[in-house]
């Protein structure tokens, strides 16, 4: 298998291009950049030196050579590459935000205040969280190409993190709210004052508070998992790590699912009823995710943590409840740029072409 | 004045050290410590060298030397030195968290696990959040020898971001959710796996999820502000910087306050009526804190960020809404070896003794 | 192939626990540890849940089932098991300092502090340097077990850098100094305050200034290539970083090899004449290192840096001149846990073995 | 004293603001920016609000309405001001490289690229490190406005190293090699790839190795030192770090220095003979700088450490010789923003205008 990458220099790109190079059933590379067109990939990546080496073509070449192809490009910029794609034959597994709402224009433009160029190809497309939609994106590739929408790096982290909770009724009605932080490489190889190095190293801070565009594909999400609208607040933080993505996500307990009668919140010493049920939810989360490769649910007593999953493709989560016992707090830590971004693109091209599902992302975290 | 530090040697310790050691009024120092008596302080910091000179004493000498006593201690190990100081005729200034809760012995047992030694000591201890007790706590040091019970870090973030819109009836009914980032010297000097480098760097990660001891000392504080009970949930994060706070605070608005009616936290794109809202609020935040010496808001579009008030005394406050304009966002980021300890303590003292507020507190925060 | 780690719970230990894992020839894992003797590895390492499941064993257990074995011990502790493992007829793969000056016990002694306790043993060990003594390695491999003295983090960097130059007599008279840098994960796993978060970070300072016991390995090293005894000085430093070690080797130019006449360092503005030079080296070095799959020589204009070498076991070099044209400043990069330490223990299974020598060790670095 | 900073919003005149802002003997602060005229200086610098407040205005204005003017700009852009600030009777200190080299205009000229505007300049400039040209600043400021050509951050760790050694002879022939590592904000607030957090965290690496234009900056000062040509060899690194420099000289003893006969450098055991004339060579140090304000030499057992004299004027100094006795090895640590810019800067302010040498710099460094 021949695989492409347009976008490969950035570093979503970069990350697809690294997996692909270590992937068993991937017999050769085709890389496209617009921006570096005619430079060498690992003169851009000294780190490639040695393990990968090829020109960078035009995004025509690359598809015009390949049996899949991934895009890492600016939202809006893939639309005429998917288009072409399809048209000839190739699956198209794109990065950017263009294929996450499916037929949902309105959304997609509200937010990202751009229309759809071609919306006859959602008809080919899915949204790729495989936790959530597998058979739905098998069921598409049967079909003939497919072009996949894979999901942000935060939508990620908070739709695997909330996912059963809104499945099997635990969390009831009022607002989930998600608290996350993310490594720098989120914001990408473009230069900007907020990722230069002494503007937040050794600093933590919120940005685009309340008003992130990952919360309507949050919302989206939590809306299928629940069957119902479910209000969503999503505050995404800065912090000085280089990959990962922690999310605290707060869960209102659904009355039966509630510890304690009173008010939700009421401030109580930590005590064993309380463990009792997060341990009787825990439970829960493993069986829900008993067949999933790459989510781990952690044993009581730990708690998620972002530099334990670095370089993986695992989706940790741990279950804790408020010490009143109203509100299900879970945890949940991805590496941004592979379960959160190019991990995840292979992951569905295994699925796509039938290849194993771990294949090429078997790498185990280091703690350090 | 000489000034005692009891506990010196221990990272709150020694940042009290060196503030006092550049405080305007303190003429000498005398610094105490069970674990290293006999050795000397700069030996102890290497930082301190040439800049801070004196040997490690018993806290009996301290006690009996100084003009104001500083204690660092483990919570409670220090109680027999206050009531040795206030028979001395000496103010106690405690940060650990023996006297945050007045005569609430109850809640302090429950989370502390263990009792009060000498009650009486309460009559003469206040609670030394000056932005919140200022009057009080001068009121007490015309009486005598006063005791503060210096507050905990996180409830001083939290605290300063909550008390106005609670004060005011903006936050409403419901559950406050804070979720907090500390830096790694809020774990001490003393060795354990958590702060091992390798073990934090380059990670995020909550810890005593929705059981953290300083709940109750927050939800005392809410309630104070509100006066009603305010139902509480915290979750403390770690995050691989040495300094620093940042604590993003989710309260449900009042209705009035609330920008449309429908369910709260319904998602919507960001609008200008939610922005607008935003701004009153966060003027009627700088007219609260009109006068306080440590307290910045921010202004629109600027969010806080726990780099820029580095070893500074100072509070950033940020006002934010979600774009439901239901919850109001508030962010606070302080050092949590500064305002969060060490620098609150030195402003306890410039309030008891009738210095001016900001002596020896107005070092300006680097960026970097 | 079974493989059998003792003193698994180690950084080093737990690195090549993570090496073996992903190993395509080995089938099986058997761990030992002293300290943490029944319980799981998965709990010491949570970072390994799901992906490493093992208990942990008695040394005598782990040598009685495996195929090989490892030792990630501290120096002196391992020897009875490397008596035991040879004794059982299994090749003894060992991380400590113990084999590392083959029948040299005097120098061992007088910087290790501790004689051989079993000296016979030294008949079957060989010195694990592969780029150096792979033919030795292979030849004491087909006898029967061999035990591997892996070599120290620091010595390899520094042996790879000047090895060319000292064989090919580029490197003239007068003493070599290595400066280096290395990050947190070389202390181990043990806590002790140089490696407290607080107390490193955001710090650079060197430690054992001039007096390391890693400087007699390399002085060995470096008279094996040169012929001739080498004067070494040595300083290694901390820098804020987990993983990684940056070595700069100044080498005095033998006289054919310097550009100009007249003192040697005497400063010149940049010139072509030496960056000529530079090259020629560079070329040199290319050719020294043509065959060997983990030494990477950058191109011109390129400098080496750990980073790009993270998780990787590939050692970067990058040749440069000083300006005057006297000295050759070769610059190495590699990751301290990989090829400076359970990379090249694997490596060294893999030539024992007779496996492919990249086998498990294909990790392409990501640039973070 | 009304004080003015031309050239604010870098990283480095920031620095200046910062300390100028916290000077008891400034009164006011004038602050021009070429590229935000017009712009509130803590609009720039959200950390600054409420500390400092300032419009940026004109460098013209800026001379006109300030006694003493700082100027951090790049390389020859601030000439034409120096000439305006002379004019206009006001000193004017130059955080750039243009007056650190006094007449020697060929050496500026083959380094920089750029030739003297006005080199009659030179006759009011003296080259600002205090600690080698106290005497000749206070007699040029006597004659009238003084142009300070302030010292580069490398130079200034390299000269208070290896000076003392020069003077007294203790430092023979032969190179002397200066290894050194700096934080991130030497390289400025200018965007660029190298210091994109992504790219520069955990990971060390060199830069310009054997070419950096401060080489003849320190030849100059030690030859001044030695009074006679002294070879330099210098690499600088860039390390993960926000701020400081460590710098690891190795001077060739002289022979009288030398401990044992023999090749220099010749490895041995640790040994006291070592550890005697080290202790020797850390008296004459202790001497030397004896009257020094900002040079603390540290006790025998401890290395200098960029971290100890975070946010500090301080340089560290710790003395070593490798274990063969052959070789000085002196290593500093100063903050690249103070001791190395801005705090230096301030310092030739005091020393011109007759303030106490420490005013306004008496920041003691925190550990963390």
């Known amino acids: 298998m021949i695989a492409g990458v347009i976008g490969a220099t950035g570093y979503a790109g970069a990350?697809?291009?690294?997996?692909?190079?270590?992937?068993?059933?991937?017999?050769?590379l085709v890389l496209?950049?617009?921006?570096?067109?005619?430079?060498?990939?690992?003169?851009?990546?000294?780190?490639?030196?040695?393990?990968?080496?090829?020109?960078?073509?035009?995004?025509?070449?690359?598809?015009?050579?390949?049996?899949?192809?991934?895009?890492?490009?600016?939202?809006?910029?893939?639309?005429?590459?998917?288009?072409?794609?399809?048209?000839?034959?190739?699956?198209?597994?794109?990065?950017?935000?263009?294929?996450?709402?499916?037929d949902d224009e309105d959304t997609f433009t509200a937010w990202y205040g751009i229309p759809y160029r071609f919306p006859a190809l959602r008809a080919r497309s899915v949204y790729g969280l495989p936790e959530m939609n597998r058979a739905k994106i098998r069921a598409r590739a049967k079909e003939g190409p497919?072009?996949?929408?894979?999901?942000?790096?935060?939508?990620?982290?908070?739709?695997?993190?909330?996912?059963?909770?809104?499945?099997?009724?635990?969390?009831g009605e009022g607002a989930i709210i998600i608290d996350a932080a993310s490594g720098v490489t989120g914001g990408g190889r473009e230069l900007s004052r907020s990722f230069h190095y002494a503007e937040c190293a050794d600093s933590v801070g919120p940005y685009k508070t309340g008003s992130h565009r990952h919360t309507p594909e949050i919302a989206r999400n939590f809306q299928m998992a629940a069957g119902r609208p479910v209000p969503v607040i999503f505050t995404p933080h800065l912090a000085p790590m280089n990959r990962g993505i922690l999310s605290t996500i707060y869960m209102p307990l659904a009355d039966p699912w509630r510890v304690f009668s009173g008010t939700p919140g009421a401030v109580r010493p930590p005590n064993a009823a309380v463990e009792e049920q997060a341990a009787h939810i825990r439970d829960m989360y493993a069986a829900y995710y008993r067949d999933e490769p790459f989510i781990r649910i952690l044993p009581p007593g730990a708690a998620a943590a972002s530099g334990r999953v670095r370089q993986s493709n695992f989706c940790d989560i741990s279950i804790h409840l408020d010490q009143a016992g109203s509100t299900l707090i879970v945890v949940t830590a991805i590496d941004n740029m592979m379960k959160g971004a190019a991990g995840q693109a292979v992951q569905n091209m295994n699925i796509i072409l039938g290849y194993g599902e771990k294949e090429g992302l078997e790498h185990i975290p280091a703690l350090f």
Chains 1, 2, 3, 4 share one sequence.
């Open 15 to 28: 990350e697809v291009v690294r997996l692909l190079a270590g992937h068993p059933q991937v017999t050769g």
């Open 32 to 102: 496209g950049s617009v921006s570096f067109e005619g430079d060498r990939m690992e003169n851009q990546y000294l780190n490639f030196q040695t393990a990968v080496s090829a020109s960078l073509e035009s995004p025509a070449k690359v598809i015009e050579k390949s049996g899949v192809v991934f895009a890492a490009l600016p939202h809006g910029a893939g639309e005429s590459y998917a288009q072409a794609a399809v048209k000839a034959g190739v699956s198209f597994i794109d990065l950017s935000a263009d294929y996450r709402f499916d």
């Open 146 to 171: 497919v072009i996949i929408g894979n999901p942000g790096c935060y939508p990620t982290g908070a739709s695997l993190g909330a996912i059963p909770a809104l499945v099997k009724g635990i969390a």
